[in-house]
């Protein structure tokens, strides 16, 4: 069973909000990746880390996201200004660089 | 680019009967393929991960195989149980960008009936 701690399970926002939320990896996992999850099941990968530097993002997050994973400290992914269509489910991984184990994710409505 | 297909959006069957969940990829680079399942309002949780070619891998009764010829690693069970309700994605593990991060199918929604 995974390990992966995710605060909070729910998040509710207005538009152009900051909406942040954070993540915990499995102990000794140096890989973090963040995906977003719509309303139709689709997965978007959104950022990854290893050891606290940022390996690859795309470019709506670098835009519009901000992230990081200091040592010692949780992961967060925080949105500056929530858009309607920010509303899904925030999933994190960690990752053994072999398999990705996911937390139960924050679900984040946007109003 | 990569890619992976999920040619069944909706699967329905009746307890004990067999199941088999397709799914296809498309890369370049050494296929890592993978199989999740979600329950409703939960995590995604691994179930199986590809080992070598033509190599069948198992966990819980579930059972793939990788097959590079066909590029397919196929999820199948022999016997479903109502438990087994869940969606189910399949994902590559893309090395494309450096960053390994997963592909996913688009899933596909199995319901099993007493």
């Known amino acids: 069973n995974s390990k992966v701690i995710q605060t909070p399970r729910y998040l509710v926002k207005g538009q152009g909000q900051k909406a942040k939320m954070r993540c915990i990896p499995e102990?000794?996992?140096?890989?973090v990746f963040w995906y977003q999850q719509n309303k139709n099941n689709e997965f978007k990968f959104l950022i990854n880390?290893?050891?606290?530097?940022?390996?690859?993002q795309i470019d709506m997050t670098e835009k519009r996201f901000s992230a990081e994973c200091p040592s010692n400290s949780p992961c967060s992914l925080e949105i500056q200004s929530s858009e309607a269509g920010d509303s899904a489910l925030y999933l994190c991984?960690?990752?053994?660089?072999?398999?990705?184990?996911f937390g139960p994710g924050t679900r984040l409505t946007v109003l | 680019g990569d890619s992976v297909t999920q040619t069944e959006g909706l699967v329905t069957l009746t307890k004990g009967l067999p199941v088999m969940l397709n799914c296809t990829y498309q890369?370049?680079?050494?296929?890592?393929l993978f199989w999740y399942v979600q329950h409703l309002n939960e995590a995604p949780k691994l179930l199986l991960k590809?080992?070598?070619?033509?190599k069948r891998t198992e966990h819980q009764g579930f059972y793939a195989t990788l097959h590079k010829s066909s590029s397919s690693f196929h999820l199948q069970k022999s016997s479903v149980q109502l438990s087994d309700s869940a969606l189910y994605f399949c994902?590559?593990?893309?090395?494309?960008?450096?960053?390994?991060?997963?592909?996913f199918g688009s899933g596909t929604q199995l319901t099993v009936m007493p």
């Open positions: 994902a590559l593990r893309t090395a494309s960008s450096g960053s390994w991060q997963l592909i």
């Open positions: 590809s080992s070598t070619d033509n």
């Open positions: 890369t370049t680079y050494s296929p890592f």
């Open positions: 880390f290893q050891n606290q530097e940022v390996l690859q």
């Open positions: 991984a960690s990752s053994n660089r072999d398999e990705q184990y």
């Open positions: 102990k000794g996992h140096p890989v």
